[in-house]
């Protein structure tokens, strides 16, 4: 039996550019498998075999550093290391539509006149394909500079993230669950919603302990 599992974990940086410290919640989905035979298996069973799973996948997950994306809502701006994350995706994805087109353009070719034949047109078409593929795929990344009209609510200051807490405190819940629920309507399809936790990339221990990540996994 296959559980899907999306994750959630609060991170806290210093925006490089700016020099403030910020919080912004990281996702991401996993599988875990059962083995057990549901019929036999207790829920109980099944639960500890998926918490055990999952203790070992994060804990090599929450020791990367320089992972997710967040706006720093101090300077409006990305980290370089989230906008080379972006473009090296998005070049990627339109880099290989663009080549998919070319596969779809060389087999069309047999029935197009023969001045399309000529290797100089064929070459050419597929380099503007590519050419434009890359273009575009650079642009669509996420912006270097200041995006002063842009929101992004998965990325606070350490104020906001305390009002988070008393929010949370007051209505006896998770603080990343509240959190992920304050800007989405509901939970995400097919998929059990799990707090890991909160991690101080800064050193400076910012969290409760109660919230940190170490403290939460070894609870799952
Ligand atoms: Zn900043």
Redesign the pocket.
């Known amino acids: 039996m296959n559980v899907k599992v999306r994750w959630l974990q609060g991170r806290r940086i210093r925006?490089a550019?700016?020099k403030?410290a910020f919080v912004y919640l990281h996702e991401g989905t996993e599988t875990f498998e059962t083995y057990g035979v549901s019929l036999v298996s207790s829920d109980e069973g099944m639960q500890k075999e998926i918490s055990k799973q999952a203790r070992k996948r994060f804990a090599k997950k929450i020791q990367k550093t320089k992972v997710g994306r967040g706006l720093?809502p101090?300077?409006r701006?990305y980290q370089s290391w989230m906008v080379w994350e972006s473009r090296a995706n998005s070049v990627i994805a339109w880099g290989l539509g663009a080549m998919g087109v070319s596969v779809v353009f060389g087999i069309f070719l047999i029935v197009m006149p023969p001045w399309a034949q000529e290797p100089g047109f064929r070459l050419g078409t597929v380099a503007v394909l590519l050419g434009t593929g890359i273009v575009v795929g650079w642009r669509r990344a996420i912006p270097a500079g200041v995006v002063p009209k842009r929101v992004d609510p998965f990325s606070i200051t350490d104020e906001e993230f305390r009002g988070l807490l008393d929010h949370s405190r007051r209505a006896d819940a998770d603080p990343l669950t509240e959190w992920y629920f304050s800007a989405r309507e509901s939970a995400p399809g097919n998929a059990v919603l799990l707090s890991v936790g909160c991690k101080d990339y800064t050193g400076e221990e910012f969290f409760p302990p109660k919230w940190s990540s170490e403290t939460v996994m070894g609870s799952l």
């Open positions: 925006c550019h700016c403030e720093c101090g300077c701006r």
